[in-house]
């Protein structure tokens, strides 16, 4: 076997043993050279299984090994009573007893192997860390589809919104904007829950806070089961932190640098003794940002004459500072009995310039006026997160329940300082003030009861509780010196909201049908108190409840599980973000203002899919059919102040409904030993329904009407150059969409990464540009109520970055096969079952 190094921990349920710490030198009793070897039903040798050894008496007595290609065995044990587990891909889990009293070769280890009915996650097995290759970067789980960042190159120094750019089905908008095979309406979970990191409203900011190198996988849920929470009409996208596991003191430390001006350094690092589990993941670095915004409009009269014409063009440019440390513990206090807590904290600081130049011209393009917009803002931002967490197995037959609380706090202070002036004279200066503190308490109970062999019964109950204070003050000057307060731009909001949730499904299989049944009642309430200093007060309330049931059916087709047909159905909602409920939300700009709409209600979705997964040892083809028809669809009007003015105000509505469909195909293919692919491929089709008709903000009805239909490719390259170097090369496509009131041009963008693996396998080298030939933009044309606006936005240009990482104490390093997980199953992971 060739030793290899991973940049990732194996996750259950891969096969994992630890290289104990401790030494049998300190004994006076010799230890007995050992053979044997494991074997499947026909005496066929297993290859790469692991087998660990554990003394009765004494852990320092233990020992693990792992089988060679022939199944065969080697390790030298202590005189003893030893309990005996081996563990293999494709093979049910075996214990053995065995009583070590001579050297020599005992009787082989018969496994038998395990159908993918019958397979549940493996647990680790403590006492020898094993690195090995790991998993598939994609892979196809019943209710959910799993990436694996560990091999993508581009990403490397970047950020959670670098990695999810290179997740199947997911893109990454030029703004900033994460969504789901076109729809932005996406659930963002940490470790199964929502969190501090990443705020209630999980903006870009938030998302550029969390490090790649912190990432362990990204769930991608496009069609959620009632055993998760119901919001997010697109799906549920569920970050998985790492976690190091490794008995004694492992750990890995990651530093980057870049360009644009980016620094950062992160760690990993976990110390485990006996049955307790101690881990510290944390860093911090700095960056900076560029983006580019254009606006060019021209106005109509009722006649469709022009009448004016506006420029806009601006240059932003962020500086941020971020912070955040995660630290906890887990520790067995039974066999069956385990406890949880940890706590974070983030600092987020950032600093931020931007300059717009307005230009008003007539009919001719005679200039009226030429005005500048100047903005100085600050943001300063600290968070903290306390979790606790109780695990107990009522017996060896998976009878689980598991209970826990999470609080946070996000605090929040955002300061800006505008000056505006025409034609180079000064006319005013703006102040503005925003403070916003977000509490959050989750907590929840699951219950997992296994019925036979081939069905379980699933059940729990969830509560969250958000409130959100926004305190917002804008101040005016003429002379610079003296500000006076704007009355209707200041004001205080208190935003509740509390959900419940229950949840049952019952998951089985007979014969080559495997099935699913789920059922979950939500009921959300919500209250906003709004004041401001003009004396207009809102106090709104809503209350609604409702039920989301999910099916999920799975078809063998052949006699391997590695090839299924998979068809499934649930029903989702998409509640308001509270700040489109708000009366008032924003004066960042006064030419371009949003305000939120209190009469705003969810939009509810009916989601159907048709898939069909292959999982082979060499590839795995993905393509998904999916329909969804959505109600109560919200969209962003935009009107004239007036029909004389060049300001734009935008809202969100309930208008009419929208249907998506189309095809999603995601693939993997180790083409030749030395290239490999990951691909995506989507084809999708859209149509809105609806019609604005409102006499005081429009002249005349806006149609919201049309269909269309759009494309979206990616391809990832990952060449392996020889043992320790790799290089990646990807290129990405997004198609053009066109509505009644908006035709989006298409874009492309290619990114480059590479990797070299130093300092006899402990360290790695990463060097990656993302957006090689600066092509990342987006141009939009809107149409409205007498204007037409062309808009071209850049969000962040071309970037580099080089990396360097460290492992240290990791244990022996060897090859190992990858894991084949199976598709049926539903947890597939370490976290807590998201609900």
């Known amino acids: 076997m060739n030793s290899h190094i991973i940049q990732k921990s194996i996750k259950k349920p891969a096969v994992i043993a630890f290289l104990l710490l401790a030494s049998s030198l300190a004994f006076s009793q010799e230890k007995l050279p050992i053979t044997t070897k494991i074997v499947d039903s026909q005496n066929?040798?297993?290859?790469?299984?692991?087998?660990?050894?554990?003394?009765?008496?004494?852990?320092?007595?233990?020992?693990?090994?792992?089988?060679?290609?022939?199944g065969n065995i080697t390790l030298s044990l202590m005189p003893g009573k030893y309990t005996i587990t081996i563990e293999a891909f494709d093979f049910k889990k075996a214990v053995f007893t065995r009583t070590?009293?001579?050297?020599?070769?005992?009787?082989?280890?018969?496994?038998?192997?395990?159908?993918?009915?019958?397979?549940?996650?493996?647990?680790?097995?403590?006492?020898?860390?094993?690195?090995?290759?790991?998993?598939?970067?994609?892979?196809v789980e019943l209710d959910k589809k799993v990436y694996d960042p560990s091999s993508d190159l581009i990403s490397k120094g970047g950020n959670l919104q670098d990695v999810l750019a290179n997740v199947p089905s997911i893109a990454v908008d030029t703004d900033g904007t994460v969504s789901m095979r076109g729809n932005s309406n996406i659930r963002f979970l940490i470790n199964g829950k929502p969190s501090a990191l990443l705020g209630i409203d999980s903006g870009a900011d938030a998302l550029r806070s969390i490090p790649a190198d912190q990432i362990d996988r990204i769930e991608v849920i496009t069609n959620p089961s009632s055993k998760f929470e119901a919001s997010g009409s697109a799906g549920i996208l569920n970050i998985i932190l790492k976690k190091?596991?490794?008995?004694?003191?492992?750990?890995?430390?990651?530093?980057?640098?870049?360009?644009?001006?980016?620094?950062?350094?992160?760690?990993?690092?976990?110390?485990?003794?006996?049955?307790?589990?101690?881990?510290?993941?944390?860093?911090?670095?700095y960056n900076e940002r560029e983006s580019k915004n254009t606006n060019d409009a021209k106005y109509f009269d009722s006649n469709n004459s022009i009448t004016g014409y506006t420029e806009q063009d601006s240059k932003n440019t962020n500086k941020n500072d971020s912070y955040n440390v995660n630290t906890g513990f887990n520790v067995d206090i039974t066999d069956k009995t385990s406890i949880n807590?940890?706590?974070?904290?983030?600092?987020?600081?950032?600093?931020?310039?931007?300059?717009?130049?307005?230009?008003?011209?007539?009919?001719?393009?005679?200039?009226?006026?030429?005005?500048?917009?100047?903005?100085?803002?600050?943001?300063?931002?600290?968070?903290?997160?306390?979790?606790?967490?109780?695990?107990?197995k009522f017996d060896d037959k998976g009878q689980i329940l598991t209970a826990s609380i999470s609080l946070q706090q996000s605090d929040n202070k955002n300061n800006s300082l505008v000056e505006e002036s025409s034609n180079n004279i000064?006319?005013?200066?703006?102040?503005?003030?925003?403070?916003?503190?977000?509490?959050?308490?989750?907590?929840?109970?699951?219950?997992?009861?296994?019925?036979?062999?081939?069905?379980?019964?699933?059940?729990?109950?969830?509560?969250?509780?958000?409130?959100?204070?926004?305190?917002?003050?804008?101040?005016?000057?003429?002379?610079?010196?003296?500000?006076?307060?704007?009355?209707?731009?200041?004001?205080?909001?208190?935003?509740?909201?509390?959900?419940?949730?229950?949840?049952?499904?019952?998951?089985?299989?007979?014969?080559?049908?495997?099935?699913?049944?789920?059922?979950?009642?939500?009921?959300?309430?919500?209250?906003?108190?709004?004041?401001?200093?003009?004396?207009?007060?809102?106090?709104?309330?809503?209350?609604?409840?409702?039920?989301?049931?999910?099916?999920?059916?799975?078809?063998?087709?052949?006699?391997?599980?590695?090839?299924?047909?998979?068809?499934?159905?649930?029903?989702?909602?998409?509640?308001?973000?509270?700040?489109?409920?708000?009366?008032?939300?924003s004066f960042s700009d006064n030419r371009n203002q949003f305000f939120g709409n209190p009469d705003l209600n969810p939009e509810y979705t009916n989601s159907f899919e048709l898939g069909y997964a292959i999982q082979k040892k060499k590839f795995t083809i993905n393509p998904t059919l999916y329909y969804k028809r959505t109600v109560g669809e919200t969209q962003f009007v935009v009107t004239r102040e007036n029909l004389t003015s060049d300001n734009f105000v935008t809202r969100p509505y309930n208008i009419g409904a929208e249907t998506q469909y189309g095809l999603d195909l995601n693939f993997t293919a180790d083409i030749l030993p030395w290239y490999k692919v990951l691909g995506s491929m989507e084809l999708?089709?859209?149509?809105?329904?609806?019609?604005?008709?409102?006499?005081?903000?429009?002249?005349?009805?806006?149609?919201?009407?049309?269909?269309?239909?759009?494309?979206?490719?990616?391809?990832?390259?990952?060449?392996?150059?020889?043992?320790?170097?790799?290089?990646?090369?990807?290129?990405?496509?997004?198609?053009?969409?066109?509505?009644?009131?908006?035709?989006?041009?298409?874009?492309?963008?290619?990114?480059?990464?590479?990797?070299?693996?130093?300092?006899?396998?402990?360290?790695?080298?990463?060097?990656?540009?993302?957006?090689?030939?600066?092509?990342?933009?987006?141009?939009v044309t809107s149409f409205g109520d007498?204007?037409?606006?062309?808009?071209?936005?850049?969000?962040?240009?071309?970037?580099?970055?080089?990396?360097?990482?460290?492992?240290?104490?990791?244990?022996?390093?060897?090859?190992?096969?990858?894991?084949?997980?199976d598709i049926n199953n539903n947890g597939g992971g370490d976290e807590e079952p998201p609900m």
């Open 44 to 70: 066929l040798p297993v290859a790469y299984a692991s087998i660990s050894f554990s003394n009765s008496e004494s852990i320092t007595n233990s020992d693990a090994a792992l089988s060679d290609e022939e």
């Open 100 to 139: 070590i009293e001579k050297p020599g070769e005992i009787e082989n280890f018969k496994i038998e192997f395990a159908k993918s009915e019958n397979l549940t996650p493996t647990q680790n097995i403590e006492g020898v860390v094993i690195q090995a290759q790991s998993t598939k970067p994609y892979r």
């Open 244 to 285: 190091t596991k490794g008995r004694g003191f492992n750990g890995t430390v990651t530093g980057n640098l870049g360009y644009l001006p980016q620094t950062s350094l992160n760690a990993n690092l976990s110390w485990k003794v006996n049955n307790w589990n101690y881990f510290v993941n944390g860093g911090g670095g």
């Open 341 to 392: 807590a940890s706590g974070l904290l983030r600092t987020f600081e950032s600093e931020s310039f931007s300059n717009v130049n307005y230009k008003t011209l007539d009919a001719s393009k005679n200039l009226l006026d030429n005005s500048r917009r100047y903005t100085v803002g600050n943001g300063d931002n600290f968070t903290w997160q306390v979790d606790a967490g109780l695990d107990h």
């Open 426 to 585: 000064f006319i005013l200066n703006n102040n503005i003030n925003q403070n916003t503190i977000n509490k959050t308490l989750v907590g929840k109970v699951d219950y997992e009861l296994p019925i036979g062999e081939k069905s379980k019964v699933e059940a729990g109950y969830r509560i969250d509780q958000n409130t959100n204070d926004y305190d917002y003050k804008v101040t005016e000057s003429f002379d610079q010196v003296n500000f006076n307060v704007l009355n209707d731009f200041t004001s205080k909001t208190i935003y509740k909201e509390r959900t419940q949730a229950a949840y049952a499904q019952f998951k089985s299989k007979t014969g080559k049908v495997g099935y699913q049944l789920g059922l979950r009642a939500e009921n959300s309430n919500i209250t906003v108190d709004f004041n401001n200093l003009s004396g207009t007060n809102s106090d709104i309330k809503k209350n609604y409840t409702g039920l989301f049931p999910s099916v999920f059916l799975s078809y063998d087709v052949g006699e391997n599980d590695d090839n299924q047909l998979l068809l499934n159905y649930s029903r989702r909602i998409n509640r308001p973000r509270s700040y489109f409920l708000i009366p008032f939300s």
């Open 684 to 779: 999708f089709g859209y149509k809105v329904e609806g019609m604005f008709d409102d006499p005081a903000l429009v002249s005349t009805p806006i149609d919201f009407s049309g269909d269309g239909f759009s494309s979206r490719l990616r391809l990832t390259n990952t060449f392996k150059i020889d043992k320790t170097f790799n290089m990646q090369l990807q290129g990405f496509y997004s198609g053009g969409e066109k509505t009644a009131f908006q035709d989006r041009k298409g874009l492309y963008t290619i990114n480059f990464g590479a990797s070299k693996t130093v300092l006899n396998g402990d360290g790695t080298i990463t060097f990656n540009i993302q957006d090689i030939f600066n092509t990342r933009a987006r141009t």
């Open 786 to 821: 007498g204007f037409e606006r062309e808009s071209y936005n850049q969000w962040n240009p071309r970037q580099v970055s080089l990396g360097f990482s460290y492992r240290f104490k990791q244990g022996e390093k060897v090859t190992q096969k990858k894991a084949k997980r």
